[in-house]
């Protein structure tokens, strides 16, 4: 994984997977049509649905899914400026058209088009205050009651669902979004944007709860390095360091720094730090699987005792990711087999 520079990459790599955008639009939609969505058949539409013509941003995403015997075609776009784009309605609209075109290209024998439902995610400073529908667009200027009654009825709406963070709290966002992923990265987007290290490091210790949760969920890993990746990238002369930030998350928190250095080990690993000389990334590799492995015995042995010479023998013949997961997950698990399963 590389590293997560901006929003719209942060936005892609965590609710790019089905399973997040639909704990997403869950808490973003109306209820009733939230309820009505059959979420299990959620699939990600390919990129060539928006074609040349009508480049997406990088942090729009497409959507396809079942509702009721339909299918119903599903745009997440992603307003990140602190100033509101007036035209988001028409640039929506004409995403909405290249879907359908290519729709039909897919289905020549097609008698009717599928719905389109378009969502907006908005997480700027101030509070949303542009059209939501094309037809508020359309200069009304001189028109009298008739004119504007007659010529409105036919005009372009398209209006989106807006999601607008600005002006939820802590509280309220958990409310809708009650799934740990989606509640830490909204949080992340929403609240650390305009936050410094010190004040950002206090923010997430307070969110430790979410965090834990977070690394139990088989993506959780990389969305917290994700995440954190993404905090430090935001400013290009920013000095620290993730490993520096890891260490300052957790002090006076012994789980919490596990967790975080577990996290830092394995996004290393997975190419945030990619300034490592080859020469020297084998013996790293070799050090740092003694290093989990040490960990995690001195874990196990005070959660459940002396272990029996199987889970010794287990334990020296697994692999970096497999040490790193156990010792993710016997910080929360009841038993010895809990927390080695595999």
Not at 60 to 81: G, I, M, P
Not at 108 to 137: F, I, Q
Not at 192 to 202: H, M, S, V, Y
Not at 293 to 305: H, K, M, P, T
């Amino acid at each position: 994984m590389e590293p997560i520079r901006s929003h719209d990459g942060l936005f892609r790599f965590v609710f790019g997977e089905p399973e997040q955008m639909a704990e997403l639009l869950r808490g973003a939609l109306p209820p009733p049509l939230a309820a009505a969505i059959h979420w299990q058949t959620l699939r990600r539409l390919p990129d060539t649905y928006v074609d040349m013509n009508l480049e997406a941003r990088a942090g729009d995403l497409f959507f396809a899914a079942e509702l009721e015997r339909t299918t119903l075609l599903l745009q997440v776009l992603v307003e990140h400026k602190a100033k509101v784009e007036r035209f988001t309605a028409l640039q929506q609209t004409g995403y909405t058209v290249r879907l359908l075109e290519h729709w039909r290209t897919e289905n020549p024998g097609a008698r009717t088009l599928p719905a389109v439902l378009t969502c907006v995610l908005y997480h700027g400073d101030t509070a949303w205050n542009a059209p939501t529908s094309v037809h508020e667009l359309v200069d009304t200027t001189g028109w009298n009651d008739t004119l504007r009654d007659q010529l409105l009825a036919r005009q372009l709406r398209q209006p989106f669902v807006l999601v607008d963070l600005s002006h939820l709290d802590e509280d309220r966002l958990d409310a809708l979004w009650p799934a740990a992923i989606p509640r830490l990265a909204l949080r992340f987007l929403q609240f650390l944007r305009g936050l410094r290290l010190p004040e950002a490091i206090a923010t997430i210790r307070s969110w430790r709860q979410i965090v834990t949760t977070v690394l139990r969920h088989p993506r959780g890993v990389e969305v917290l390095a994700a995440l954190c990746s993404w905090y430090l990238g935001r400013d290009p002369e920013h000095p620290e360091t993730l490993r520096t930030v890891m260490a300052k998350l957790g002090e006076e928190d012994q789980p919490m720094r596990t967790m975080l250095d577990l996290v830092l080990e394995m996004g290393e690993e997975r190419g945030l730090d990619r300034g490592r000389q080859e020469g020297r990334q084998v013996g790293r590799q070799e050090g740092r699987q003694e290093g989990v492995l040490a960990v995690l015995l001195s874990q196990l042995e005070a959660r459940f005792g002396q272990l029996p010479a199987d889970v010794h023998d287990r334990i020296a013949r697994a692999e970096l990711a497999t040490l790193q997961r156990w010792s993710l997950r016997v910080l929360t698990a009841r038993n010895l087999d809990e927390a080695l399963v595999d």
